[in-house]
């Protein structure tokens, strides 16, 4: 279904303007099935845990899946808005998707009572974020400890430089994600796992596939880190290295499982801050 439909076209704001009918069509066949089935997943579970605990100030995401309220956070910031709510161009006024839906069952493109057409409340390619959500963003960034980064290349900008802002105000920085981002180098702890696996706990002992054997690791299939490094003297077997650089020492993480993985994270996440922002 998906290379039926160019994101070029539904994603773009000018086509919309000119054909709501191209991304409706997108919206119902694709678009609606994926996210109406969609629910949280254990990271999301685990941040909800962190903001409940004090820890987690905010969370800043660019996703449009509306996940993190689902999961019962509370202290979002969207910076691409959320496809879950649909608005009218006339009278503003909130629907669901499923209104959507049940509209696009009789008229096409889908229309409000007041007679008004329907759009998704999300950022469209060439338009503006959100009044106040970037710069919201940035103070969050600004005045934080450390930022947590999860799931993220790190190349849409501007969201980007909400990372970076943190960084340049003296906050230290943490980044989860399955592959290397162009921030790495300003972090002090890097994670290449995915998110739900890092969490830990029962479900991620299950993510077997996911875990390298020692076997792998002994034959080199790691991969090598290019800088001076001193064996981690922490109290487990995780294979990494503590790297020094000219933005001190950072830690790489190489584990041989997803519980070792967390198990460092939250040592490393006890020494650094109280407060932080993901």
Same mark, same amino acid.
């Given at each position: 279904?998906?290379?039926?439909?160019?994101?070029?076209?539904?994603?773009?704001?000018? !086509?919309?303007?000119?054909?709501?009918?191209?991304?409706?069509?997108?919206?119902?066949?694709?678009?609606?099935?994926?996210?109406?089935?969609?629910?949280?997943?254990?990271? !999301?579970?685990? +941040?909800?845990?962190?903001?409940?605990?004090?820890?987690?100030?905010?969370?800043?995401?660019?996703?449009?899946?509306? +996940? !993190?309220?689902?999961?019962?956070?509370?202290?979002?910031?969207?910076?691409?808005?959320?496809?879950?709510?649909?608005?009218?161009?006339?009278?503003?006024?909130? !629907?669901?998707?499923?209104?959507?839906?049940?509209?696009?069952?009789?008229?096409?493109?889908?229309?409000?009572?007041?007679?008004?057409?329907?759009?998704?409340?999300?950022?469209?390619?060439?338009?503006?974020?959100?009044?106040?959500?970037?710069?919201?963003?940035?103070?969050?960034?600004?005045?934080?400890?450390?930022? +947590?980064?999860?799931?993220?290349?790190?190349?849409?900008?501007?969201?980007?430089?909400?990372?970076?802002?943190?960084?340049?105000?003296?906050?230290?920085?943490?980044?989860?994600?399955?592959?290397?981002?162009?921030?790495?180098?300003?972090?002090?702890?890097?994670?290449?796992?995915?998110?739900?696996?890092?969490?830990?706990?029962?479900?991620?002992?299950?993510?077997?596939?996911?875990?390298?054997?020692?076997?792998?690791?002994?034959?080199?299939?790691?991969?090598?880190?290019?800088?001076?490094?001193?064996?981690?003297?922490?109290?487990?077997?995780?294979?990494?290295?503590?790297?020094?650089?000219?933005?001190?020492?950072?830690?790489?993480?190489?584990?041989?499982?997803?519980?070792?993985?967390?198990?460092?994270?939250?040592?490393?996440?006890?020494?650094?801050?109280?407060?932080?922002?993901?």
């Amino acid at each position: 279904l998906w290379t039926r439909y160019d994101p070029n076209i539904y994603a773009n704001i000018e !086509h919309f303007n000119r054909d709501p009918t191209y991304y409706w069509k997108f919206f119902r066949d694709v678009r609606y099935p994926i996210i109406s089935k969609a629910g949280p997943n254990r990271a !999301h579970d685990a +941040l909800v845990t962190l903001e409940k605990r004090g820890t987690l100030s905010v969370i800043v995401t660019q996703n449009i899946d509306g +996940l !993190h309220q689902m999961a019962g956070q509370r202290n979002v910031i969207e910076l691409h808005g959320n496809t879950r709510r649909i608005t009218c161009m006339e009278c503003s006024k909130e !629907h669901s998707m499923d209104v959507a839906v049940e509209r696009l069952q009789t008229v096409m493109p889908p229309t409000c009572a007041c007679g008004g057409g329907l759009r998704p409340s999300v950022v469209f390619f060439g338009e503006a974020l959100p009044p106040g959500a970037m710069d919201g963003a940035e103070k969050a960034a600004a005045e934080c400890d450390l930022m +947590l980064v999860i799931g993220s290349s790190l190349v849409v900008y501007p969201a980007a430089l909400v990372p970076r802002t943190a960084v340049e105000n003296g906050a230290r920085m943490a980044i989860v994600n399955i592959d290397p981002t162009p921030m790495d180098g300003l972090a002090e702890l890097v994670v290449n796992r995915a998110a739900g696996a890092v969490r830990g706990g029962a479900g991620a002992r299950g993510a077997g596939n996911a875990w390298r054997s020692r076997a792998e690791r002994d034959t080199g299939a790691w991969p090598r880190v290019s800088a001076r490094t001193t064996p981690c003297r922490l109290p487990c077997a995780t294979m990494c290295t503590w790297r020094y650089g000219m933005w001190g020492v950072r830690l790489v993480v190489r584990a041989s499982s997803d519980r070792i993985s967390v198990r460092l994270i939250r040592f490393w996440l006890r020494c650094s801050s109280e407060r932080f922002v993901q």
